[in-house]
C-alpha cells in the first residue's frame, strides 16, 4: 500500500474560520435572523452602480490592470488620505478586500519563527492570517475588561528586550474595534505607536470602520516610517462583495513597495477591475453619503443594548465605534459556542462566539446588518433567548 501524501502543517493548524460555521448553522436552521456577519444593509451608492453598469462592456473591464491599483483609483485615494485621514507620507496599493491587504503585509513584513501581538478579544481573520503564514508565536495581550482598549502596560512589557527573548516583530490593532466596536483615542494610537518604533516593531492597524463613529467620537490616523495603516470600501460603501480595500504603507521606506508587489502579483494580481472602478465613482460621492447611514445604525445599537439588557449590569460593552457590541455571558455558560448553537436552534437568532476572537464565554453583535424593523425582531428574539438562557439555563 503506497504511502498517502499529507496536507501542510500550517494548514491543519490554522483555525476553522468561525464565519464558515456561523454560515453553516444559518444554513441548517429555518428562518434564522443574522445577528452574525459583519456586514451592512445598504448597497454602493446608486449614480456609483449606473456609472459601472453602463462600463460592463469596456474591453478594458475584463483585461489585467495595474498590480498596484487603477492609477485614477490611487491618486484619489492619496487625495482621500490627505483630507480625511491627514495623512501626507503614505503610497497607496489597492487590494481585494482588506483581509486580502493584510496577508499582504504578514508576508511582507514577518517571517515564520518571529513573534506578533494582538489584543484579546481580537479579529479572528488577522489571527489565522498569521497562522496560515507560519507565524505561530502569537502573543495574546489583554484589553482592559471595562473598556476593552489595549493593556498599554502589558504592551510595554512586552515590546522591552529582555534576555533570549525576541522583539515582536509586528504588533496590529482594529480601530474602531473588531470584535470590540471600542475605539481607540488618538493618544492611546500615539502611545502604541512610539512604543513600537522605539522597539523596532511595525505596527499595522486597520481601519476598515473608519467611518463608523457615534456619540460625537472622531477617527484619526496616525503615519510614520513603521506604520502601515489598512482601509476598505466593503462596509462604508456597501461593497462586501466587490472586494475593494487598500494599504497606506510609508513611502519612505525603501523597497515597501516592491517587495508588497511581488505578493500582490501572486495572489490577485490586482483587484477586480469593474470593483476598482466602483470604489472611484463611490468616493466621487464622498463621505457624508456613508455618514447618513452611519447615523441610522445608533437606532440599531440601541434595539439591541435593549435586547442584551437580561445579561445583566456591566455585561454589554463596546459600540462606539465599528458596528459591533461585546457581551458577557454568565459565568456558568463557558462555552459560548453551546450558547450561539442553542439560540440558533430554538430561538432563530445568530450572533457570533466569542472564543472565535480569543474570549470564552462572550458574544459578538452585529447592528450593521439589518434595517431597523428587521433588527427590533431580531432582538425581540435574542431578548427572549437571553431571558430564558439567564432564568433556566439552555433548556
Given at each position: 500500500m503506497g504511502t498517502f501524501a499529507k496536507l501542510a502543517r500550517r494548514a491543519l493548524e490554522t483555525e476553522t474560520p468561525v464565519m464558515v460555521q456561523?454560515?453553516?448553522?444559518?444554513?441548517?436552521?429555518?428562518?434564522?435572523?443574522?445577528?452574525?456577519?459583519?456586514?451592512?444593509?445598504?448597497?454602493?451608492?446608486?449614480?456609483?452602480?449606473?456609472?459601472?453598469?453602463?462600463?460592463?462592456?469596456?474591453?478594458?473591464?475584463?483585461?489585467?490592470?495595474?498590480?498596484?491599483?487603477?492609477?485614477?483609483?490611487?491618486?484619489?485615494?492619496?487625495?482621500k488620505l490627505r483630507r480625511e485621514n491627514k495623512l501626507t507620507r503614505s503610497s497607496v496599493m489597492v487590494t481585494a478586500g482588506a483581509n486580502q491587504a493584510f496577508v499582504n503585509l504578514v508576508l511582507t513584513l514577518c517571517d515564520p519563527g518571529d513573534s506578533v501581538v494582538m489584543f484579546a478579544p481580537y479579529y479572528f481573520n488577522a489571527y489565522m492570517s498569521f497562522q496560515m503564514t507560519g507565524i505561530n508565536n502569537i502573543l495574546v495581550g489583554p484589553s482592559n475588561p471595562r473598556t476593552l482598549l489595549p493593556e498599554i502596560e502589558w504592551l510595554e512589557n512586552t515590546l522591552?528586550?529582555?534576555e533570549n527573548k525576541a522583539v515582536p516583530k509586528l504588533v496590529t490593532i482594529v480601530n474602531p474595534g473588531n470584535p470590540s466596536g471600542s475605539y481607540i483615542p488618538t493618544y492611546l494610537l500615539q502611545r502604541i505607536s512610539d512604543l513600537c518604533k522605539s522597539a523596532g516593531a511595525w505596527l499595522v492597524v486597520d481601519n476598515t470602520y473608519e467611518y463608523f463613529m457615534y456619540d460625537g467620537l472622531q477617527h484619526s490616523c496616525i503615519e510614520g516610517s513603521h506604520i502601515v495603516n489598512i482601509f476598505s470600501f466593503s462596509k462604508a460603501y456597501g461593497m462586501m462583495g466587490w472586494r475593494v480595500g487598500y494599504i497606506a504603507y510609508p513611502t519612505e521606506v525603501d523597497g515597501f513597495g516592491a517587495q508588497l508587489l511581488k505578493v500582490q502579483d501572486n495572489?490577485?494580481?490586482?483587484?477586480?477591475?469593474?470593483?476598482?472602478?466602483?470604489?472611484?465613482?463611490?468616493?466621487?460621492?464622498?463621505?457624508?453619503?456613508?455618514?447618513?447611514?452611519?447615523?441610522?445604525?445608533?437606532?440599531?445599537?440601541?434595539?439591541?443594548?435593549?435586547?442584551?439588557?437580561?445579561?445583566?449590569?456591566?455585561?454589554?460593552?463596546?459600540?462606539?465605534?465599528?458596528?459591533?457590541?461585546?457581551?458577557?455571558?454568565?459565568?456558568?455558560?463557558?462555552?459560548?459556542?453551546?450558547?450561539?448553537?442553542?439560540?440558533?436552534?430554538?430561538?432563530?437568532?445568530?450572533?457570533?462566539?466569542?472564543?472565535?476572537?480569543?474570549?470564552?464565554?462572550?458574544?459578538?453583535?452585529?447592528?450593521?446588518?439589518?434595517?431597523?424593523?428587521?433588527?427590533?425582531?431580531?432582538?425581540?428574539?435574542?431578548?427572549?433567548?437571553?431571558?430564558?438562557l439567564v432564568a433556566d439555563g439552555m433548556v
Open positions: 456561523i454560515q453553516e448553522l444559518i444554513h441548517g436552521a429555518k428562518d434564522a435572523m443574522s445577528l452574525a456577519q459583519g456586514v451592512v444593509y445598504w448597497q454602493p451608492p446608486e449614480q456609483a452602480l449606473k456609472k459601472a453598469q453602463n462600463i460592463v462592456l469596456e474591453p478594458s473591464i475584463s483585461h489585467y490592470g495595474a498590480d498596484e491599483g487603477l492609477p485614477e483609483l490611487r491618486l484619489a485615494l492619496l487625495e522591552s528586550e529582555k495572489i490577485p494580481i490586482c483587484a477586480s477591475i469593474i470593483g476598482q472602478r466602483l470604489a472611484l465613482y463611490s468616493l466621487e460621492v464622498g463621505p457624508e453619503w456613508i455618514r447618513e447611514r452611519v447615523q441610522d445604525l445608533v437606532k440599531t445599537r440601541e434595539v439591541l443594548k435593549e435586547a442584551l439588557s437580561p445579561l445583566g449590569e456591566g455585561a454589554v460593552r463596546g459600540g462606539e465605534g465599528a458596528i459591533y457590541l461585546w457581551a458577557k455571558l454568565p459565568d456558568k455558560f463557558p462555552d459560548d459556542y453551546k450558547v450561539v448553537q442553542w439560540l440558533v436552534r430554538r430561538h432563530g437568532v445568530v450572533v457570533v462566539p466569542g472564543s472565535a476572537s480569543g474570549v470564552a464565554g462572550c458574544i459578538r453583535i452585529s447592528f450593521g446588518g439589518l434595517k431597523k424593523a428587521d433588527c427590533e425582531v431580531a432582538a425581540g428574539r435574542l431578548r427572549k433567548g437571553l431571558e430564558e
